[in-house]
């Protein structure tokens, strides 16, 4: 299910938790679905208890995952709605940062504008004239 990287320098309870942010938001893991418990992800991973809970709750606190006690945990219904807006938080977060740097190397608002929509524009699928 999982796959870690040791000589990532991304620390492994993140690669956990954007494996797991993935496979929410693709539709791999669906609401409802039961987790392996902590000691059983940790145990197939080789990992520490400590590393996997850790991933767990910070999911858990975002809104993704949704621990029930003795039941388990699970991938709670609205969870991709969840991770949208987290992502587009963070898009936004990220994008406003680099534009707010190259605006005060000197780039103006209407380039930056345009060099967006030029990326953006590059990077959708190419339609056939059929």
């Known amino acids: ?14 690669q ?11 539709g791999a893991l669906e609401p ?3 987790l392996p418990t902590i000691r059983q992800l940790a145990r197939d ?6 590393t996997v809970a850790k ?9 993704v995952l949704e621990a029930s ?3 388990g945990t699970f991938v709670r219904g609205d969870a991709r709605p969840r991770l949208d807006e987290t992502l587009r938080k963070e898009a936004g977060d990220q994008l406003r940062d680099l534009l707010a740097r190259w605006k005060a190397r000197g780039l103006e608002a209407r380039d930056l504008r345009q060099l967006c929509n030029e990326l953006l524009a590059a990077m959708e699928p190419k339609r056939s004239n059929r």
Do not use: F, H
């Open 32 to 34: 409802g679905t039961s």
């Open 69 to 71: 006690g003795r039941r």
């Open 16 to 26: 956990i938790v954007a494996q797991l942010r993935e496979a929410v938001t693709s």
């Open 1 to 14: 299910m999982l796959e870690i990287n040791t000589r990532s320098s991304v620390p492994i309870y993140e």
């Open 55 to 63: 991933a767990y709750q910070l999911l858990e606190k975002d809104g």
């Open 45 to 50: 991973l080789g990992l520490n208890p400590a």
